[in-house]
């Protein structure tokens, strides 16, 4: 992904705001003089029961491994840093800290320390976003998703949104057309199994089957960039088979397309009528592959 490159200040105030550093110290706890009744703009123990995810969150994986390390430091240390969070009608919701309210559920604590503030939904939204990419935790795709979930949400035009986050408005578009991209392609790029610079190479070409044939190439073949680019140059020789064209799905389905996609390594078709029914296809391609996903389904 390209670097993201911090505006004067939007670092420092984010932090400033959110207090949300991960790295803790164990001699500044943040959970002295907590007082007993949660007030906005003060800093109170939580049940992990009344806190509920943050719906805006960009980042959709978190590394097991590291969530069970985090999980036994605090089952030694306690959690150190709060969370931060918003009321919500009876409960909480997450602003940030998601990483250290799952260890914490996972170390076993029914309550956490938790920076209580107030957050309208776009203000959680950009705040989620900002977050994650300042940590350039997210791939490309959730990347692209947030992008996007903030213009539709936040009525944004491409430099208002690139202003927001600290980057060019050419950036910001190149991370939309990742969305434009079939689906199969999009899980690869998820999953680190092509960079960008692939990507970028795959949205000149027009043809969708020509997309995916160059795709399979480039999984089969490890090519380069380089090499990728010069064959998108002389793809318009190929004749691939041209599939049949996907009916478009909203946002929220689309997110789930191309989670699923990503999940089982193939291209899932998510197909919803108007009446909320519909269907999940998943294409295999032999035995072998119907039986590693049935694994996946734990069948």
Request: with cysteine; net charge neutral.
């Amino acid at each position: 992904m390209t670097s993201f490159q911090r505006k004067t200040g939007l670092g420092k105030g984010l932090s400033a705001l959110l207090d949300d550093n991960e790295t803790v110290n164990p001699a500044k706890s943040a959970v002295e003089n907590i007082p007993a009744t949660p007030q906005i703009g003060s800093i109170s123990h939580i049940k992990l029961v009344d806190i509920e995810t943050n719906p805006y969150q960009p980042r959709t994986e978190f590394d097991q491994v590291a969530l069970d390390e985090l999980s036994e430091s605090i089952k030694v240390q306690g959690l150190i840093q709060p969370i931060t969070v918003r009321k919500n009608g009876e409960k909480y919701q997450l602003i940030s800290g998601e990483r250290r309210f799952r260890a914490s559920k996972l170390a076993g604590l029914t309550e956490i320390p938790a920076y209580i503030r107030t957050a309208d939904n776009q203000q959680m939204l950009e705040m989620a976003l900002i977050e994650n990419i300042q940590r350039e935790n997210l791939n490309a795709i959730e990347v692209a998703l947030s992008f996007q979930q903030m213009i539709d949400e936040c009525n944004l035009k491409a430099e208002q949104l690139g202003e927001r986050v600290g980057k060019n408005r050419t950036t910001v578009a190149n991370y939309l057309r990742l969305l434009k991209l079939p689906p199969a392609i999009q899980a690869s790029i998820r999953d680190n199994k092509i960079s960008m610079g692939h990507a970028r190479a795959l949205i000149s070409v027009d043809d969708e089957a020509k997309q995916l044939f160059i795709h399979q190439e480039i999984l089969d073949k490890g090519l380069s960039v380089r090499k990728v680019e010069e064959l998108v140059r002389g793809i318009h020789h190929v004749q691939v088979k041209t599939p049949v064209k996907q009916e478009a799905v909203s946002f929220e389905y689309q997110k789930l397309q191309n989670d699923l996609a990503s999940k089982f390594a193939t291209k899932v078709k998510l197909k919803v009528k108007d009446n909320g029914k519909g269907a999940i296809e998943i294409p295999f391609v032999n035995n072998e592959d119907l039986n590693r996903i049935l694994e996946l389904l734990d069948w």
